[in-house]
């Protein structure tokens, strides 16, 4: 699913992209690179600052992907685009992991959330 037209992209000082502004209402929605909204509805400062202060660090954190099988697993991003989400089994730093991808296309929703140690 392409970014819809109405998106406003913003991006940081050296040109890289942290996410998006949505029109809606009579304000705007913060949404981050996985398509989550952050905020409600904000006005158009709020709505930068906001994308400002999240910037992209939470990509490095680790994730939970549902398998088909229905099992959630922790996985790591490895790339992301506006087209797909690339993400690998987490392999714990080992250098000789023989270890699974996935490849994600938009929407998500569901199927990646943070992972929250036990």
Avoid: C, N
Avoid at 11 to 20: C, I, K, P
Avoid at 47 to 53: F, Q, R
Avoid at 89 to 97: L, P, S, V, Y
Wanted: hydrophobic content about 40%.
């Amino acid at each position: 699913m392409p970014i819809p037209p109405d998106w406003i992209e913003h991006r940081r000082g050296d040109s890289e992209l942290v996410g998006w502004i949505r029109p809606e209402a009579d304000g705007f929605v913060v949404m981050d690179l996985l398509r989550r909204p952050l905020t409600g509805v904000v006005d158009w400062l709020a709505a930068e600052e906001t994308l400002e202060s999240t910037g992209i660090g939470y990509l490095a954190d680790p994730f939970e992907f549902l398998y088909a099988d229905g099992r959630w697993r922790r996985v790591r991003i490895v790339e992301i685009s506006t087209d797909v989400v690339r993400l690998k089994e987490e392999d714990w730093g080992a250098i000789d992991a023989s270890i699974s991808e996935q490849v994600l296309t938009f929407p998500i929703e569901g199927r990646l959330r943070p992972h929250v140690p036990a």
